[in-house]
């Protein structure tokens, strides 16, 4: 194998397993070891685990010493924090990008592939996930980019379970990202960190809800004695 083979494969490696992290295809609390990727891909296990490696640094997965990596189960709290960070900078993006007035290419090509899944019931969560990164990383800020990106494992977390569990749809998402998109266009910074901050909300909200319903603690039922 040759030194540039070597370099990428890892790469391959972690991103077919991040779309099946995304796609929950793994799901969460599932362990990701790296004797099975090793045989999945045909790959040495030093060559697994750069690629397992590579997800746990991005917070896709997460491994305790001496401990298989696991896709994390985010909690309520974890969700909570998570989209209240994501929507200060995401919303301090989208008024960057106004002042500009201009949406990176990026951010429109994964747009229309959002709206061609609403039409034909497709895969959405690569396509959002893409969207807004395009976003982020195409205003002038790079410390803002940087710190987008720090989050983006758990962010892509998030997004996938939006997904998996048909929380929003790709038509709802799609309509979200017209109005933040026309407010870019139109120079409106407020407008545009305020629906901004309303979208990621909005999933936030969604996540939650899903969380509560899925950990509900059960009312055992009374019981009659004597």
Do not use: C, N, W
């Not at 895969?123 to 959002?128: I, K, R, T």
């Not at 048909?166 to 910074?189: C, F, K």
């Amino acid at each position: 194998m040759s030194q540039q083979t070597s370099a990428v494969l890892p790469g391959a490696i972690a991103d077919a397993l991040r779309a099946d992290v995304i796609d929950a295809a793994l799901a969460p609390g599932e362990t990701v070891t790296e004797a099975a990727v090793a045989v999945r891909f045909g790959v040495a296990r030093s060559t697994a685990r750069l690629a397992i490696e590579k997800l746990v640094a991005d917070g896709l997965l997460r491994r305790e010493a001496h401990r298989a990596a696991r896709v994390p189960e985010l909690t309520r709290d974890d969700i909570a924090d998570l989209y209240a960070t994501r929507s200060v900078i995401e919303g301090a993006a989208m008024r960057r990008l106004a002042e500009d007035g201009a949406v990176p290419a990026d951010a429109l090509v994964a747009h229309r592939g959002i709206r061609a899944a609403a039409k034909d019931g497709g895969a959405f969560a690569a396509l959002d996930i893409a969207f807004h990164r395009a976003l982020v990383a195409g205003q002038r800020s790079p410390r803002l980019a940087r710190t987008h990106e720090q989050l983006m494992g758990e962010v892509e977390l998030g997004i996938g379970q939006v997904q998996a569990h048909a929380l929003m749809s790709a038509t709802t998402i799609a309509e979200q990202h017209e109005y933040i998109l026309a407010a870019v266009i139109a120079g409106d910074g407020e407008r545009a960190e305020r629906l901004a901050r309303e979208h990621v909300a909005s999933a936030r909200d969604a996540l939650l809800a899903h969380y509560d319903t899925t950990h509900a603690v059960p009312r055992t039922a009374p019981t009659m004695e004597g």
